[in-house]
């Protein structure tokens, strides 16, 4: 989870909105992140989408900050 945890430190404000863009279904609370808590996030992700959890990390990977 090491390179998701340095992408959403200090940008997720930003990739917030790219992710709420995508998957318009989430709200504020099912994307309120905290430091060492990623796996949650994207649990959270997984259950409101239907998505798998590799899909969204790959997604918000490839997200541009």
């Not at 504020?28 to 430091?35: I, Q, R, T």
Request: zero cysteines; aromatic letters at 6%; glycine letters at 12%.
């Amino acid at each position: 989870m090491g390179a998701l945890a340095d992408k959403l430190k200090g940008n997720w404000n930003i990739l917030k909105g790219q992710v709420k863009s995508e998957y318009g279904e989430l709200t504020d609370d099912d994307l309120l992140y905290e430091e060492g808590k990623e796996d949650e996030l994207l649990g959270r992700i997984q259950k409101k989408t239907g998505q798998t959890k590799e899909k969204i990390n790959s997604f918000i990977e490839g997200l541009k900050v």
